[in-house]
């Protein structure tokens, strides 16, 4: 295994963030942990990276412990760890390629190779052109990629990813991640990347996990989670509705109703369009659902339903 974290727990005074954490991503794998925010994705990060210690449990990269909790500790500079932060972190008053090239000026590596390298990552992520420019003067695109690129240079085994794509425009976004992921996959290193997006992790992670409460629930392939959540929070966060029904939680896709037939029955809250479907925002009991729908509704109207695939919990 690339990254190897076992029963790791982490707590900043009285407050536990991660509870007997486990987590196993294979060699050249995109792993993306799935979560709201503060949950302990950027922890984990910076506990694989060695930023932070854990209080119990232990680390393994590449199967070798660089942190067991106690006497064992290998430093964040020889893990072989890049870091793409949420921020990117770049060096407001560096060029891009001296932001890039840091790590190995660091390190000592000389100055021929140093460029050699930079110009090898600038190249594989199309920046070349703008190496000479500082953080101020380049697109949020531009500055994610020098992030990037810096994290890459040094060829690390595994790759770390905080929220990487947040701060770049929704209208260039798809195509950015999935271009750098395509890059990181061709290279062959391990990854794991946070977020708290739903449909981001669903289109670049080869598997997910979805943290809540400082524990990984469910680990999987993302449409083996999407189909079979294992239990209500979840299938909440996977985007189904949860109604309480005799003690009982049912659980749907939005899009997976049949509108006029049926048992659920509710009062219309809201319609918004979407483009290719409304979204309805109704209320079926004591529950708020939506539902996507061919048809437009009208708000304080009746709605009657039923669901092509249904999923029954236990009631919490």
Known sequence: MAVSLRQVGKSFGKLQVLSSLDLEVGKGEYFVILGPSGEGKSTILNITAGILRPDRGEVYLDGALVDDSKSVYVPPERRGVGYVFQSYALYPHMTAFDNIAFPLKMAGWPKEEIRRAVLEVAELLGIREILGKKPAQ?????????????????????????????????????????EIRRIIKDLGIATVMVTHDREEAMALGDRIGILRRGRLLQVGKPEEVLAKPCCPDVALFMGYNLVPVDGRLLAFRPEEV???????????????????????????????????????????????????????????
């Open 258 to 316: 049949e509108l006029g037939v049926g048992d659920f029955v509710g009062e219309v809250i809201d319609v918004e369009f979407r483009g290719q479907w409304w979204a309805v925002v109704a209320r079926v009991g004591g529950a708020l659902v939506k539902l996507y729908t061919a048809e437009r509704l009208q708000t304080g109207g009746k709605i009657k339903f039923q669901t092509k695939r249904l999923l029954e919990y236990a009631a919490q």
């Open 138 to 178: 380049l697109s949020g695109g531009q500055r994610q990629r020098v992030a990037v690129a810096r994290a890459l240079v040094k060829r690390p085994r595994v790759l770390l990813m905080d929220e990487p794509y947040s701060n770049i425009d929704p209208l260039l976004r798809e195509s950015v991640r999935a």
